[in-house]
């Protein structure tokens, strides 16, 4: 158990199935003489269980939603090269997304697109696909994304989490392959965002083609980590943490540190081993060191293989609204561990009071990372909070170059 927390006159999207799947692997198979059928012609959702060799299998929801009006040829619906979306867009803000939920986050997620192109010649549209994913806990999970630069450039979207390839010319034939891939962060929620760039010719938008192609992945994961979170409570520090789910677990080591490279064990709590049903659990550190004190879990297999979660912060003395850590920070990034903040509250400013603008890296229940979006010198820089309803709250954030 592992945490972890076309040619120009179609615009069509496939999905067809890996070659070979070893223990553990699972795919989809949306051709027409799939086991999976896409039924009837034209649903906008479907189902599909049982699927994979791992334990237990995985069931995979698809949903199809936005401008779903514009589907013609009565799509979706299976295809002897996959599923086929077909749709004629009457402008560049209509787009479709397809949503792919799957029942445990998966591990090594990957899927092939084909035919990321742009025609304005004999067509007028420019292919544009955002891919983004989530975890269990709703975090991002960024890909890599490998593409051809003679037919597609890759950017950011909205986020940088997102990702967005778009067509830079024409690819008649639709054979170019760009392959997204997610590694070993586990993926719950994947959605694909298509519609046409705005790198077009004036007049409509004409039919376009694309092709999603080998969904697969190579095991679930095997612990879900919901959260860890900690807080100060007189002269002790409570931790609590939840599960989704266990497979093989064993227990878990509780870990501290005071400056964030060495760990020691300070206790241990036994898991329930195998489990599809969320689970609580809570250890109370008797004697926290002076200052910041920073936690991780161990958690350890039947088996002997072992996963560590995320770190958190639990400043013993101040009982602050929130810690920065680590502090002194590089500035590349600053990590806050909080309870109950709003992102709209935080600033972060220098000696003179001048606000720095700065973007959220990632964030969760309890924790978040701030990129400022210009280089921080060595020195002294403040981090504050307020809220119409509270009284502003600043701490000290140490840069060191």
């Known amino acids: 158990m592992r945490f972890h927390y076309r040619h120009c006159l179609l615009w069509t999207v496939l999905l067809v199935a890996s070659g070979s799947a070893s223990f553990g692997q699972g795919f989809l198979d949306f051709t027409s003489n799939a086991a999976t059928f896409w039924s009837p012609d034209g649903a906008l959702q479907q189902s599909y269980s049982n699927l994979g060799s791992s334990s237990p299998p995985v069931t995979v929801t ?33 787009e479709v997304k397809v949503t792919f939920v799957f029942s445990d986050p998966l591990l090594n997620l990957s899927l092939g697109i084909k035919g990321i192109d742009r025609e304005v010649n004999f067509g007028n549209f420019q292919d544009k696909v955002a891919i983004e994913a989530r975890d269990n806990q709703g975090a991002a999970v960024v890909p890599s994304v490998s593409f051809n630069p003679s037919f597609a450039f890759l950017t950011n ?41 705005l790198e077009i010719r004036p007049g409509p938008v004409t039919l376009q083609s694309i092709f999603l192609t080998n969904l697969a992945w190579s095991n679930i994961v095997p612990v879900q980590l919901l959260y860890l979170r900690g807080k100060a409570n007189g002269n002790t520090n409570q931790l609590s943490w939840a599960t989704a789910t266990e497979i093989n677990s064993d227990y878990f080591s509780v870990q501290r540190s005071v400056d964030l490279r060495e760990f020691s064990d300070i206790g241990r709590v036994k898991s329930a081993g195998d489990s599809r049903q969320r689970l609580e659990y809570n250890f109370t550190d008797e004697a926290p060191l002076p200052g910041v004190n920073y936690y991780r879990l161990k958690q350890i297999d039947r088996d002997g293989s072992s996963e560590f979660s995320k770190i958190i912060a639990i400043n013993a003395q101040s009982g602050e609204r929130f810690v920065i850590y680590p502090n002194p920070s590089d500035g590349q990034s600053v990590r806050l561990q909080f309870d109950n903040l709003s992102l ?19 964030s969760s229940s309890n924790s978040l990372s701030i990129k400022p979006l210009r280089v921080l010198q060595s020195g002294l820089y403040f981090v504050t909070y307020a809220t119409p309803n509270e009284p502003r709250v600043t701490q000290k954030l140490w840069i060191r170059q």
Do not use: C, M, Q
């Not at 799509?75 to 803000?93: A, C, E, Q």
């Open 344 to 362: 709209d509250g935080l600033g972060l400013v220098d000696l003179l009071g001048r606000e720095i603008p700065f973007t959220v890296l990632a």
């Open 157 to 197: 979207g909205s986020t940088p989490n997102i990702k967005v390839l778009s067509g830079f010319n024409a690819d008649v034939f639709d054979t170019t392959l760009s392959v997204v891939r997610f590694g070993s962060l586990g993926v719950k929620t994947l959605t694909i965002t298509f519609n046409s760039g």
């Open 62 to 94: 698809i949903s199809v939603s936005g401008s779903t009006n514009r589907f013609v040829n009565s799509t979706p619906r299976n295809h002897p090269s996959g599923l086929w979306l077909n749709t004629n867009f009457s402008s560049r803000i209509e």
